[in-house]
């Protein structure tokens, strides 16, 4: 499971890959935790359970990233742990300014050159982020 920043000239672009769907979602939680709050120490104390309702594998990815976002911005909510599927809820805690630092504000994840697929027996995908 990892992530990589790729290079852009004014938002912020991601790869991820994992050797299947459950790390994939797991690398996109951990890279938009990152971007928010840099190596900031997040725990698992609450569950936020995230409704997927798509066919394409790239729309949830999408449509997760966007929610995990969306719980940021409206409760400082960060993400420490996804379950695997089905479920795909997610375990974090609120934002603590005594233990967390914000590093970066994210204004939206696009759709825009959004890529989700299988090679061989790893999962890669590719997201944009408005900055």
């Known amino acids: 499971m990892s992530y990589r920043f ?7 672009r991601a790869a991820l890959e994992a050797p299947d769907l459950d790390g994939l ?18 725990e698992a104390h609450e569950r936020r359970v995230i409704e997927l309702p ?9 449509r997760f990233l966007r929610e995990l976002l969306f719980l940021y ?3 400082t909510f960060l993400p420490a742990r996804v379950e695997p599927a089905p479920s795909r809820a997610v375990w974090g805690e609120l934002f603590d300014p ?7 504000q994210l204004k939206a994840v696009t759709r825009h050159g959004l890529s989700c ?14 900055l």
């Open 25 to 42: 979602y797991q690398s996109a939680a951990d890279m938009l935790r990152d971007v928010l709050v840099g190596r900031s120490p997040v």
């Open 117 to 130: 697929r299988r090679e061989d027996a790893t999962w890669r995908a590719e997201i944009l982020f408005d």
């Open 98 to 104: 005594t233990r967390h630092t914000a590093e970066r």
């Open 54 to 62: 798509a066919e394409d594998e790239g729309e949830r990815l999408y």
């Open 73 to 75: 911005d409206t409760e």
């Open 6 to 12: 790729l290079p852009h000239t004014a938002d912020l």
